[in-house]
């Protein structure tokens, strides 16, 4: 059984296997495979007459949810400007997908990747090889894809992570994209961050090596180091500013939009 706490919902939440909760909708499939929703219907939370059976997994952005079904196809529903509709695209033979904020993005099983939604924000592929592509996301206004070989490729909003400029976005082993900007882990363990240089992409000073994880929100940035330090950086009034708090010892830790939160070895 699932427990939902926020907006009211007036669904059957028991047997469930997976849940997750985007920005205004959240997506809950049961046992039996079948898929219920909830939340503002523009934003996702009104799946219309389509089929919600036969689920493999599913998820909600910031304005569509998209779910793949046990057949690889996958269905997509929300805002229909900011990928809640996939128009002629083929979403068949489909690995994984998600949505972000104005894009979603599926990879099938053939290891390329298609990207549709608003262009401007990630759902213009245009010029762009998604070709070989081992994980790929979309944040909230910017798109990345992490190749085979281990480059990764991005494109979407210049200003909120859609433009790397000149780092070097080869050795990566794991990336994101939030609202305003992106961070990638290197193979090397050193972490690399762009986008808007006040909601996280200036990280100063700060020693960003011996990364074990790394994520950043709409405000702010976090990553714990090999050591089970946590660093945190972005907008002060938004948990880029942990103050005196002591971030040792942590065993993992991520940030929201207006908090950021660590767990502790000690729990």
């Not at 053939?110 to 081992?134: H, K, R, V, Y």
Request: glycine share 12%; with cysteine; net charge negative.
């Amino acid at each position: 059984t699932a427990i939902v706490w926020g907006s009211g919902v007036d669904k059957d939440i028991s047997n469930i296997s997976a849940g997750m909760c985007g920005h205004r909708a959240c997506v809950a499939v049961k046992n039996d495979g079948t898929a219920i929703v909830w939340g503002e219907d523009d934003r996702g939370g009104n799946p219309g007459n389509l089929d919600l059976s036969n689920i493999k997994n599913a998820m909600c952005g910031m304005n569509a949810c998209i779910a793949v079904k046990n057949d690889d196809t996958a269905i997509v529903w929300g805002n229909e400007n900011y990928g809640g509709n996939a128009g002629s695209l083929e979403l068949s033979n489909v690995a994984s997908a998600m949505c972000g904020g104005g894009a979603c993005i599926a990879i099938k099983k053939d290891d390329t990747a298609i990207a549709w939604g608003i262009e401007a924000f990630g759902g213009n592929t245009t010029n762009i090889d998604l070709s070989n592509i081992a994980t790929a996301m979309c944040g909230g206004v910017a798109c990345i894809a992490i190749k085979k070989d281990a480059t990764a490729i991005v494109w979407g909003d210049k200003d909120s992570g859609g433009d790397a400029g000149d780092l070097d976005l080869s050795n990566i082993a794991n990336a994101m994209c939030s609202r305003w900007t992106c961070i990638a882990v290197k193979q090397d363990n050193t972490a690399i961050v762009w986008g808007s240089s006040t909601k996280g992409s200036d990280a100063g000073n700060l020693d960003l090596s011996n990364i074990s994880s790394a994520m950043c929100s709409w405000n702010s940035c976090i990553v714990v180091k090999r050591d089970d330090t946590a660093i945190v950086w972005g907008d002060a009034d938004y948990g880029g500013d942990a103050g005196n708090m002591d971030l040792s010892n942590v065993s993992a830790a991520t940030c929201g939009i207006f908090a950021c939160i660590a767990v502790k070895k000690d729990r």
